[in-house]
């Protein structure tokens, strides 16, 4: 599909690793990774090899054709493509809101037969994450976004596969990066998986929504320094 693709890019020097960079708009077909791009290039600036992802997403036409499996499928064969060109090193997953979801979500995913074979997350960066798949749809986040993604409300069983919130405790590491003062998905979305988790840590950052995507942004600066991918 044209939405299945990873744009990868290796350090000048000897690769510290690899982060892959996925990005959000509530899982939407009209959002796509192009504003997560600076990210990529920011971080391979620093030693890290990149993945940037694009995925299938809910609704019709170009970017359309997602929803739960198919967008999990892509984010999780794209990281184990990316794993395998970039040769070895840790394996960080870093998301954007709806992709900070996706970001964590495959740091489990091989607990479940259909990831199995996948290659294992050794950390996670969640950049205002939608980490709590069962409140985001009671609270409306993304006008009903959650329940175009998996089909349904809290009762279908995608939620088990798909909430990382369900998915606790989680056996590496977890940065969550969130503002207080995000309107689009609220801080709680953090704050409290945090609280529930063991191993997860949580970076309060000025900048609302989309301060933690601009690479010249205080929050940026921020959240490589914390969580250890800053060069």
Known sequence: DPSQWVDLRRPAGTSRGLVVVVHGGFWKAQYDASYAEPMAVDLAARG?????????????????????????????????????????????????????????????????????????????????????????HADGLGSGAVERFLGGGPGEAAYDLADPSRHLPLEVPVWCVHARDDEDVPFAQSADYVARAQGARLVEVPGGHFGLVDVAHPAWSRMVEATGLAG
């Open 48 to 136: 890290w090899a990149t993945a940037l992802v694009e995925y299938r997403r809910v609704g019709e036409g170009v970017g359309g054709g997602g929803g739960w499996p198919a967008t999990a499928d892509d984010v999780s064969a794209a990281i184990d493509l990316a794993a395998r060109e970039a040769g070895g090193g840790p394996v960080v997953t870093l998301g954007h809101s709806a992709g900070g979801h996706l970001a964590v979500w495959a740091a489990a995913r091989t607990r479940f037969a259909r990831w199995a074979d996948g290659v294992s997350v050794t950390q996670a960066v969640s950049l205002a994450g939608v980490l709590d798949l069962t409140r985001a």
